[in-house]
């Protein structure tokens, strides 16, 4: 397996921008879980699905972000507008049961300028 | 509510010598602890866990950590660091009641040859 997929790696916006995130889970994984890595508050877990059900949002910071997930095999997660206050590192993580071992994709490094 | 404190931003080792990085966590009920380990532009890797069982669990590339319930700590060893185990390394708990992981500030780990 390829494990989990991110794209881009890199995104560089303007201020006001919409800016899509997208993940593809390991195939067979329950669960996927949406974080951001900043040095200020480290790693922060924004949100997480299971079987494509979103089950926990307490972790979106307002209502400029916004997840999906439309199937098992492909994530979103949306910042509209973005703001330079959400540069940051963006990973995705799936899990096979929820309660065990976390599998990151590479992240993606936002910057809004 | 769950937490997880690294006590130490950096811990720094000479190669060949053992290395600790340490851990405490607070959790109502039996904890679910792992570490994870993160090189530079890359995603979290998962390294052990403690579910049940012996308190000493073994992972990959020779770490091992010690789960203490008095102390309630799961501190993270290695008997003899390398220059190429220099990387972040997160502690990460979650209740076996729930599907939120909650993960440390980390601790940069510095091998010098």
């Known amino acids: 397996d390829a494990g989990v997929i991110q794209s881009p790696r890199h995104e560089v916006t303007e201020m006001g921008q919409e800016v899509t995130l997208r993940c593809k889970p390991i195939?067979?994984?329950?669960?996927l879980f949406w974080y951001r890595q900043t040095m200020m508050r480290g790693l922060e877990l924004l949100i997480y699905?299971?079987?494509?059900?979103?089950?926990?949002d307490s972790g979106m910071p307002e209502d400029r972000f916004s997840a999906k997930m439309p199937n098992a095999s492909f994530s979103t997660l949306k910042i509209q507008p973005s703001e330079p206050r959400d540069s940051a590192v963006y990973f995705c993580?799936?899990?096979?049961?929820?309660?065990?071992?976390?599998?990151f994709g590479p992240g993606t490094r936002l910057l809004v300028l | 509510a769950q937490s997880v404190a690294q006590p130490e931003d950096q811990v720094n080792v000479a190669e060949g010598n053992p290395l600790t990085v340490k851990c405490t966590y607070s959790?109502?009920?039996?904890?679910?602890l792992f570490w994870y380990v993160q090189y530079p532009n890359r995603g979290l890797q998962f390294l052990l866990k403690?579910?049940?069982?012996?308190?000493l669990v073994k992972g990959s590339y020779g770490f091992e950590a010690e789960f203490n319930k008095s102390q309630t700590s799961f501190h993270l060893k290695k008997p003899s660091a390398l220059v190429s185990d220099s990387a972040l390394y997160f502690c990460?708990?979650?209740?076996?009641?729930?599907?939120?992981?909650?993960f440390g500030a980390g601790t940069r780990l510095f091998v010098k040859a």
């Open positions: 993580a799936s899990s096979p049961l929820g309660r065990e071992t976390q599998y």
């Open positions: 195939s067979g994984h329950d669960y």
């Open positions: 699905f299971n079987n494509n059900v979103p089950i926990d």
């Open positions: 959790v109502s009920g039996n904890p679910y």
């Open positions: 403690y579910i049940t069982g012996d308190n």
């Open positions: 990460a708990v979650r209740d076996m009641t729930g599907f939120k992981t909650i």
